[in-house]
């Protein structure tokens, strides 16, 4: 009897500890490392609070296509919260070339938007063990390479601005550790300054007001 017994209990462990291990809450379906690929819409514009892009000889906006990688990292902060931080390096095919002589509200004659850093923290709710809803912000460095002519010189230069940024998306699992994403995220750059090749010393920083708006879809794996 005592054997029968043992066997019994031995039986009975062996079939909970697989319910016990799936027993995860939706929050850990979430956590751990993450990279992804991004691409998306991607659309600056000067900060002034009258509209001119309704007159056909002034640009005040350039648009293009976002596209980069991004790397986060996330911990269950409850049964469904989670937090993590992230960071993403991004370039843009936004532009505005003024050789046809239309002017331009950004600077030179040429406009284009270039390499973007951002880092930054992120704070999810998993609504299902298959689906996070998020809100995320932090600091985001952009750069636009200007280029300016009068014909016979050439001038090019490189402007660096800093910002922050606000954003929410939804992350779907698909499979065991990859994701889908969608996200939507405004960037406000407020201060900038002139990046000179070689040994000349960059400009020292000035305010600027230039709104960014992205929506952007991404794919990634999570470790």
């Known amino acids: 009897m005592k054997k029968i017994s043992a066997l019994l209990a031995a ?3 062996a079939i909970s500890a697989p319910a016990f291990a799936q027993d995860a809450t939706p929050a850990q379906e979430f956590q751990g490392f993450r990279v992804e690929g991004l691409v998306g819409y ?3 514009r000067s900060g002034s609070s009258v509209d001119i892009d309704t007159n056909r000889d002034i ?3 350039i648009d293009g ?4 990688v991004g790397v986060g990292y996330d911990v ?4 469904n919260f989670t937090i993590g931080a992230e960071a993403e390096v991004t370039d843009s095919s936004a532009k505005w070339d003024n050789n046809n002589g239309v002017p331009n509200t950004f ?3 040429r406009v284009e938007a270039g390499r973007d850093l951002y880092f930054g923290a992120r704070a999810g709710y998993a609504v299902s063990p298959s689906t996070l809803v998020y809100v995320k912000g932090g600091y985001t460095n952009a750069r636009y390479n200007l280029e300016g002519s009068d014909g016979t010189t050439n001038l090019s230069q490189r402007l660096d601005t800093d910002g922050w940024r606000l954003g929410a998306g939804v992350e779907q699992k698909v499979g065991t550790n990859a994701y889908v994403k969608a996200e939507y995220r405004y960037s406000n750059y407020s201060e900038g300054e002139f990046d000179f090749n070689g040994d000349t010393p960059d400009s020292s920083r000035f305010n600027i007001d230039t709104d960014r708006h992205q929506v952007l879809v991404g794919a990634g794996v999570r470790f």
């Open 42 to 44: 991607d659309h600056n």
């Open 11 to 13: 039986g009975a462990a």
């Open 107 to 109: 600077n030179l004659g």
């Open 65 to 68: 296509v976002v596209y980069g």
């Open 59 to 61: 640009k005040q906006s």
């Open 76 to 79: 269950a902060a409850g049964s």
